[in-house]
Each structure stands twice: as C-alpha cells, then as structure tokens.
C-alpha cells in the first residue's frame, strides 16, 4: 500500500509540476493579443511546399467564415418538391353540391 501511494503522489507531482517557457530570443516583444482576437483569429500556418505564397488569405471575414453558409455553385439542380398534396387536399373549400 505504502509503494502505492508513493506512486500516486510521483505522479500528482509530475503531472501538476509549474513549467515555464525559456526567455524570447529576439529583443521584440510581442503585440499581446486580446480575448476574442485570441479565439477567432485564423492562426498564421506556413504555406505548403511547392505551392507559391498568397499575398493575403481569402476575403471573408472571421465570423462569417464561421457563421455564413457555404456558397454553393450555381449550377446545382432546384430541390425536388415535397408533398402538399394532402395540406392541399385539406383546405381546399367544400364542395355543397352534389
């Protein structure tokens, strides 16, 4: 029991331990970058091997880009239509003569 509980508490220690991050290498310091800039901002990736790089990302903006539908092609057949044969059928008038 004694080597089990060494054991939790290594691993509490280990896991709970304070890392910290070693000092910047340039003399810049960073732009601190505010809360919902932090959130919704696209993260900066390197552009693929092989592929030229872009001058600037695409034109949408960050929350349109997560809350905009997606453009479709134009060139997508119309939905078929659904039923409203019986909703039809229900509110046309009644007929009083035979």
Do not use: C, I, N, Y
Not at 1 to 10: D, E, K, N
Not at 39 to 67: D, F, I, K, N
Request: hydrophobic content about 35%; aromatic content about 4%; charged content about 25%.
């Amino acid at each position: 029991m004694g080597r089990l509980t060494a054991g939790v508490v290594a691993a509490l220690r280990t896991t709970f331990t304070r890392e910290e991050l070693p000092p910047p290498t340039s003399g810049a310091e960073p732009e601190p970058r505010r809360l919902l800039r932090h959130l919704l901002a696209p993260e900066s990736l390197p552009p693929p091997a092989g592929q030229p790089v872009a001058s600037r990302p695409e034109g949408r903006g960050t929350l349109s880009r997560l809350l905009a539908p997606d453009p479709l092609p134009p060139d997508l057949p119309p939905e078929p239509r659904r039923g409203g044969r019986w909703l039809a059928w229900l509110l046309t008038p009644e007929k009083l003569e035979p």
